[in-house]
Nanobody, 119 residues
Framework: QVQLVESGGGLVQAGGSLRLSCIVS????????MAWFRQAPGKERDIVAAISWSGGYTSYADSVKGRFTISRDNAKNTVYLQMNSLKPEDTAVYYC????????????WGQGTQVTVSS
């Protein structure tokens, strides 16, 4: 069983920064592709950023390119999302997710952490 626990959300003014963390249980973290998703009220859950098992490949939604950075520390079983130049439209619940089977689908999810950006 894989468990994911996010932290680091909160209230920040537009233009500010936050860093989200996601600690993943299990001995195979270093083999998992990971991603961050977000869901705003009344909207679908969308992918924000993804990272390969090694950290050598990353991808981003167009809306966050140049502002957000995904990274991982396999020694700490942790994936991060550094969010800079935050905008009110970044307000959402942020979830980390794990592709434990390496099939391109995320099968384990965290409980989410709220990010609120005030204007």
């Amino acid at each position: 069983q894989v468990q994911l626990v996010e932290s680091g959300g909160g209230l920040v003014q537009a233009g500010g920064s936050l860093r989200l963390s996601c600690i993943v249980s299990g001995r195979s973290f270093s083999s998992y592709a990971m991603a961050w998703f977000r869901q705003a009220p009344g909207k679908e859950r969308d992918i924000v950023a993804a990272i390969s098992w090694s950290g050598g490949y990353t991808s981003y939604a167009d809306s966050v390119k140049g502002r957000f950075t995904i990274s991982r520390d396999n020694a700490k079983n942790t994936v991060y999302l550094q969010m800079n130049s935050l905008k009110p439209e970044d307000t959402a619940v942020y979830y980390c997710a794990c592709d434990s089977l390496s099939v391109g689908q995320y099968d384990y999810w965290g409980q989410g952490t709220q990010v609120t950006v005030s204007s």
